[in-house]
């Protein structure tokens, strides 16, 4: 059996950005409730971890933005962009929620686990290097990945962000790096606007961003699809050091931000694909972080299979995971997305 590391704090409940707000503490509890269960709870470890300090935040942020992201501690409510309000203990729970991320890539590297869940929140592919957006103060796995570069001398970071919004917080701090290759899925046209498939790096960096845009209604196959004709050869051919997942669950079907149409198998899969990809290249070093996903229900049961597929435990049925393995792009689908892809890449 894998260890797998859960990492959950209650101070992640007490980042509430108000009344009403899709993005609430009892996305968390959900989850955190059937963790609570015996027969769930034995099967995970849940390391203790620490707030990301200022000088670890710094590696992605400036310095201006974790000031005024600090100036809201304590406050009733501040808002520091049109969906993106805090509490009073908004920024701890930012810090907190870094530091899972970080503290998770360090246990990978050291061997201590063999793959995690950061179940946290606010959540954070929005946040840019200078500003918060979009729900995100702080850019979780951006710092982590800048941390495991700059700190543990890693050479080579894959970001798969399955989230139905594009990342661009995340894109864009890595944008001119080859030792960072962010591949994302999103549907598009959609909030934040960024995510073309030309959008592909700049300077060392080209080549190492990989967007695919997408229409709404795409299921569970389709993301299989991708995962097998597209992400599978790319980190085949990238080989990094370990692999993040900014994992969003409002592909979920019946999300009220999104159009898509994944169900809880979908996620199992992609998953199970990513445990596959991380065994072959980098020992299983596979770390999934928590972004966006506003279905209670759909979050709950992704985040959960997620769960079950990381530890090696059966995510979905046999004749599922069957079908979903064979799956594949129809031949003129994404076909320009994959022709820019395939400029860089042995597809
Ligand atoms: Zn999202």
Redesign the pocket.
Known sequence: MRKTAIFKDDLFLKHDPGYGHVESPSRLEVIYEQLNKPELNKKFLFPSFSPATREILELNHSEALIERVSWTRGKPSASLDPDTRTSPDSFDAACLAAGAVVDGTKMLFDGEIDNCFALVRP?G??AEADRAM??CLFNNVAVAAHYAIQRLNKERILIVDW???HGNGTQHSFYGSDQVLYFST?QYPH?PGTGAAYEVGTGHGEGYTINIPLPGGQDDAFFAAIFNSILAPIVKEYQPECIMVSA?F?IYKEDP??GMNVTADGFAYMTRKLRALADEVCDGRLLVTL????NLTGLRDGALAVLFELAEGNGMDAATAKHLKNATLPSNVLEETQNIAKKYWKM
């Open positions: 959540p592919h929005h979009g729900f989230d139905l919004h999103h909030y969003g409002d931000l999104g972004e966006g996903g506003y």
